[in-house]
């Protein structure tokens, strides 16, 4: 099993759509997860971090299901901005090393 | 808003040669990461640096690689003798403590 897995995608949603990314990890000794998004051969970006509780940004939403092991984010009134790659991160212990799922393609259409 | 900042944007090589990474983390950052991504895969841990030393390593981070901070703002990553299998985007991190970490641009290393 992957140590993260993620939708492969692409999406191809319309301006305005609302989008969900899933994304699973292997290891429920997990400590810190986060949402990157990547665009064309550039760097991660840190998107949001991801907490137990859930949390929102503007149009971005992360759920954590612990038990689950499973990480959500749901995007509302997508932008064509919002077209790029996101990725799932998982960070095993403080300080260490991240994760990274393969990432999710998003392409938002006029 | 403080950036992590790498240099050269973009390497060329020859197979045997040896390169040099060049990285200027975020000023009042603590910890620093080396990540590679080989085109078309997903991006994967090499390194993380703490107060001097290595924290943490891949198996991919073998004898052929190192990485020094050879003064309070610069972090390098060096490659003794390239391999084709070296060609990737190599970009640098850094995190104020344990916790998010911030990406620099990257340099695309290429070997002939």
């Known amino acids: 099993r992957k140590e993260v897995e993620q939708d492969p995608g692409p999406f191809n949603v319309p301006e305005g759509a609302t989008v969900a990314f899933n994304c699973t990890y292997s290891n429920s000794a997990s400590q810190s997860f986060f949402w990157y998004r990547q665009d064309c051969r550039k760097e991660p970006k840190l998107l949001m971090s991801v907490y137990s509780s859930g949390n929102e940004d503007g149009r971005f939403t992360a759920q954590l299901n612990r038990a689950s092991q499973y990480i959500s984010l749901l995007i509302r009134d997508s932008k064509l901005s919002d077209s790029a790659t996101y990725l799932c991160?998982?960070?095993?212990?403080?300080?260490?090393?991240?994760?990274f799922g393969q990432g999710t393609e998003l392409s938002v259409k006029p | 808003e403080p950036e992590v900042t790498q240099t050269p944007s973009h390497q060329v090589t020859q197979m045997g040669q040896e390169v040099i990474l060049r990285c200027v983390p975020i000023?009042?950052?603590?910890?620093f990461y080396w990540y590679r991504q080989i085109l078309g895969q997903k991006v994967e841990f090499l390194v993380s640096f703490y107060n001097n030393e290595i924290s943490e390593k891949s198996e991919i981070f073998d004898d052929q690689f190192s990485v020094e901070r050879p003064d309070g703002s610069n972090f390098t990553l060096k490659i003794r003798s390239t391999k084709l299998e070296d060609s990737a985007m190599y970009f640098c991190?850094?995190?104020?403590?344990?916790?998010?970490?911030?990406f620099g641009p990257g340099t695309r290393l290429t070997v002939l």
């Open positions: 991160v998982v960070n095993n212990n403080q300080g260490g090393k991240l994760i």
């Open positions: 000023s009042n950052h603590l910890y």
């Open positions: 991190a850094s995190s104020e403590w344990e916790n998010e970490q911030f």
